[in-house]
Nanobody
C-alpha cells in the first residue's frame, strides 16, 4: 500500500504565495511521474502540473510562469510552489503519484486533497 499525504493549503490573499507538499508513505520500488490536480466547485478535476522521474515538467496554461512543481526523491515528496495566486486558483488540490511496487506492478495513488482559497 502507498499513501500520499498532502499539506500546505489554506487561505491566501490575491497575489500571495503558498507551497503545497505531498509525501509518499509505504513500500514501493520507485516513484515515477507525480502530478498535482485541482478541482474547483462545480468544475471537473484538471491537471495543474506534472513531473517525471527525470524531472521533466509540464504545466497547465493557466498556471505557467506562476506555479513550479519539484520533487525530492530522497524524501519521496513532491512540491507545488504557487505564486501570484488568483481567486480562480481556488480549489481542492490533489496529489497523484505513479509507483512501481516491489512486485513490479504499477499503482496510481491519490492524496486526500488540500483546500486552497484565494480571497481578500
Amino acid at each position: 500500500q502507498v499513501q500520499l499525504v498532502e499539506s500546505g493549503g489554506g487561505l491566501v490573499q490575491p497575489g500571495g504565495s503558498l507551497r503545497l507538499s505531498c509525501a509518499a508513505f509505504g513500500s514501493f520500488f520507485s516513484v515515477n511521474a507525480m502530478r498535482w490536480y485541482r478541482q474547483a466547485p462545480g468544475k471537473e478535476r484538471e491537471l495543474v502540473a506534472a513531473i517525471t522521474s527525470g524531472d521533466n515538467t509540464n504545466y497547465a496554461d493557466s498556471v505557467k510562469g506562476r506555479f513550479t512543481i519539484s520533487r525530492d526523491n530522497a524524501k519521496s515528496t513532491v512540491y507545488l510552489q504557487m505564486n501570484s495566486l488568483k481567486p480562480e486558483d481556488t480549489a481542492v488540490y490533489y496529489c497523484n503519484g505513479r509507483f512501481t511496487l516491489w512486485s513490479s506492478s504499477v499503482l496510481d495513488a491519490w492524496g486526500q486533497g488540500t483546500l486552497v482559497t484565494v480571497s481578500s
